[in-house]
T-cell receptor
Framework: AQKITQTQPGMFVQEKEAVTLDCTYDTSDQSYGLFWYKQPSSGEMIFLIYQGSYDEQNATEGRYSLNFQKARKSANLVISASQLGDSAMYFCAMDNGGYNKLIFGAGTRLAVHP | EAQVTQNPRYLITVTGKKLTVTCSQNMNHEYMSWYRQDPGLGLRQIYYSMNVEVTDKGDVPEGYKVSRKEKRNFPLILESPSPNQTSLYFC?????????????FGPGTRLTVL
């Protein structure tokens, strides 16, 4: 069965430094997509970045990049130059055969310190 | 503005009192889902819909009902709420069921069942 594992319940980082949030996944499908979402304390889910299983290059969106290692089944999120506003819960997710379904990890709470 | 709206945003109710959480999207999306978020578990899919009058169970459908009579609306119904349904609920929509497109999430509904 498909599964997403986020092994870091909490992380902290100094402002302006880079941080990596870990995500490993398990699937027997050859075609799948991986997503990262940010959830600030206000509760909404904010889409950050997407990586398709057939994409050869790592996805990047501004300060966010996804370190995709297919053989290791990992899809780590890298946030460069952390800002105080990056403090939030971060979820890794994988689509599961379509039909608008995402499988989520348990999340990592990131705290950015000044 | 493209958005998914949910109402109410906050609800406190008592065991057994039927309630409905509404969800509406203005993007003409075919696919819609309901998720619940619980600490340590991430988000889990309750029900999804591929189009009008087409719905199916997700991973945790027990105690919930849905309907899709119009493309834009996808209400979540709790016929007899119980305390274990206390959770944060999200409605989501997307234009493509393959998962390769971004899912748009509503702002969330925080439900407490006493």
């Amino acid at each position: 069965a498909q599964k997403i594992t986020q092994t870091q319940p909490g992380m902290f980082v100094q402002e302006k430094e880079a941080v990596t949030l870990d995500c490993t996944y398990d699937t027997s499908d050859q075609s799948y997509g991986l997503f990262w979402y940010k959830q600030p304390s206000s509760g909404e889910m904010i889409f950050l970045i997407y990586q398709g299983s057939y994409d050869e290059q790592n996805a990047t969106e501004g300060r966010y990049s996804l370190n995709f290692q297919k053989a290791r089944k990992s899809a780590n999120l890298v946030i460069s130059a952390s800002q105080l506003g990056d403090s939030a819960m971060y979820f890794c997710a994988m689509d599961n055969g379509g039909y608008n379904k995402l499988i989520f990890g348990a999340g990592t709470r990131l705290a950015v310190h000044p | 503005e493209a958005q998914v709206t949910q109402n109410p945003r906050y609800l406190i109710t008592v065991t057994g009192k039927k309630l409905t959480v509404t969800c509406s999207q203005n993007m003409n999306h075919e696919y819609m889902s309901w998720y619940r978020q619980d600490p340590g578990l991430g988000l889990r899919q309750i029900y999804y819909s591929m189009n009008v009058e087409v719905t199916d169970k997700g991973d945790v459908p027990e105690g919930y009902k849905v309907s899709r009579k119009e493309k834009r609306n996808f209400p979540l119904i709790l016929e007899s709420p119980s305390p274990n349904q206390t959770s944060l609920y999200f409605c989501a929509s997307s234009n493509d069921g393959t998962g390769y497109n971004e899912q748009f999430f509503g702002p969330g509904t925080r439900l407490t069942v006493l």
